[in-house]
């Protein structure tokens, strides 16, 4: 293995961690985990980094979805079950955040000619290359995907729907 594949092996690594949350934790990584589970189809009313009961119960159900622990910590396993699944353009993305979509995000950028690494983490020069995106194409240039510049990153093509919560079938069948 040579030392770029290392480097490399180690950032995309990266780019699947996050700081260990728990229940009633304020912090700017609550609002990158908010985002996720709203992309996951879970229901996120405001992505406001508080770690409250709402957000607690989606992290209890994500975990009982994926096999995880099921404590409402996001630790190591969370997050790489989270990052790993999300599907690009279903969720906004800005500097610092990381993950597989932020790794096709920078794929996109590629093919769209700008040089940058794909990480999977949202970097300066991945910012730089998204304001210089977002400028060539009349937008907003502050450096931040929504839908509007996943769309036009993937030539016009729009994004998937994000993930519905599962259907309780039961709920409904105890009424018989």
């Given at each position: 293995?040579?030392?770029?594949?290392?480097?490399?092996?180690?950032?995309?690594?990266?780019?699947?961690?996050?700081?260990?949350?728990?229940?009633?934790?304020?912090?700017?990584?609550v609002?990158?985990?908010?985002?996720?589970?709203?992309?996951h189809g879970?229901?996120?009313?405001?992505?406001?980094?508080?770690?409250?009961?709402?957000?607690?119960?989606?992290?209890?159900?994500?975990?009982k979805?994926?096999?995880?622990?099921?404590?409402?910590?996001?630790?190591?396993?969370?997050?790489?079950?989270?990052?790993?699944?999300?599907?690009?353009?279903?969720?906004v993305?800005?500097?610092?955040?990381?993950?597989?979509?932020?790794?096709?995000?920078?794929?996109?950028?590629?093919?769209?000619?700008?040089?940058?690494?794909?990480?999977?983490?949202?970097?300066?020069?991945?910012?730089?290359?998204?304001?210089?995106?977002?400028?060539?194409?009349?937008?907003?240039?502050?450096?931040?995907?929504?839908?509007?510049?996943?769309?036009?990153?993937?030539g016009g093509?729009?994004?998937?729907?994000?993930?519905?919560?599962?259907?309780?079938?039961q709920?409904f069948?105890?009424?018989?």
């Amino acid at each position: 293995m040579t030392l770029n594949q290392n480097i490399t092996d180690t950032a995309c690594d990266a780019a699947f961690t996050g700081k260990e949350l728990h229940p009633w934790d304020f912090d700017p990584a609550v609002a990158e985990l908010q985002g996720l589970l709203r992309a996951h189809g879970y229901t996120i009313r405001i992505i406001d980094a508080d770690f409250g009961s709402l957000t607690e119960a989606a992290v209890r159900s994500f975990q009982k979805k994926y096999g995880l622990t099921i404590n409402g910590v996001v630790g190591p396993q969370t997050w790489a079950a989270l990052k790993s699944t999300v599907k690009p353009g279903t969720r906004v993305v800005r500097l610092g955040y990381s993950g597989s979509d932020v790794y096709e995000l920078q794929g996109l950028l590629q093919v769209n000619g700008y040089e940058i690494d794909r990480t999977g983490i949202f970097d300066q020069k991945t910012k730089l290359a998204i304001k210089d995106f977002q400028q060539k194409h009349k937008l907003k240039d502050n450096g931040v995907v929504n839908s509007i510049t996943w769309t036009l990153l993937r030539g016009g093509y729009p994004q998937p729907s994000p993930a519905k919560e599962p259907f309780r079938l039961q709920n409904f069948l105890k009424w018989r």
